[in-house]
């Protein structure tokens, strides 16, 4: 019998992340969320999720639902919850949350930028004798507390990587000297992720 049948109203949040992960990377957000709403909103729980994707199958943004299994927690210590958890773990700016009421509540803390490496256009070489975990790993160093590279998705001619932090200029700003020098970075493209 469903909630609407036996008189009930059914509590649910949908949560937006105007993030481009890829599902695995969407389930250990999911993973987080279900853990603090165990401890915070029992009752509450995660209950699927789903990446948009374009045509080529690149991660456009991604959805989060939880509803109400049992219990009676108020639909807003989730939504308390949900907020907290999803911002200290680095939503990016332009993500919502919407609960029951459908009022739409703004979350997020964290920019984005596509890194678009080119996949056809470099002397065969550069592909051979360059290691894309090398170059994540520079990005990773220079970007410290700054940000991080987040997911990924190789498509028919580029490789994207997925970096997010506090601000998209200072990333910007400490990733340069790597996107001038290594090999796989030429010819590459840098995009904010809005």
């Not at 995660?46 to 989060?64: H, Q, R």
């Not at 029951?100 to 984005?112: C, M, N, V």
Request: with cysteine.
């Amino acid at each position: 019998m469903n909630d609407w049948q036996d008189g009930r109203v059914p509590r649910h949040l949908r949560v937006h992340l105007n993030a481009r992960l890829q599902p695995k990377h969407r389930h250990r957000l999911e993973d987080l969320l279900q853990a603090a709403l165990l401890q915070r909103a029992p009752g509450f729980g995660v209950d699927g999720g789903g990446t948009l994707l374009s045509a080529d199958g690149e991660p456009l943004s991604c959805d989060i639902e939880v509803d109400a299994e049992a219990g009676d927690t108020p639909t807003a210590d989730a939504v308390a919850a949900a907020i907290e958890v999803l911002n200290s773990h680095g939503a990016p700016r332009g993500s919502y949350a919407v609960p029951d009421d459908g009022e739409r509540l703004a979350i997020g803390t964290t920019d984005g930028l596509g890194l678009y490496l080119n996949g056809t256009d470099l002397p065969g070489h550069f592909y051979a004798a360059s290691n894309p975990d090398e170059l994540i790993s520079l990005l990773s160093g220079r970007l410290r507390s700054e940000g991080s590279v987040v997911s990924y998705w190789q498509g028919p001619t580029e490789t994207a990587l997925y970096l997010y932090g506090p601000s998209a200029s200072r990333m910007r700003e400490l990733i340069s000297d790597v996107l001038a020098t290594h090999p796989l970075a030429q010819r590459s493209r840098l995009v904010p992720i809005t």
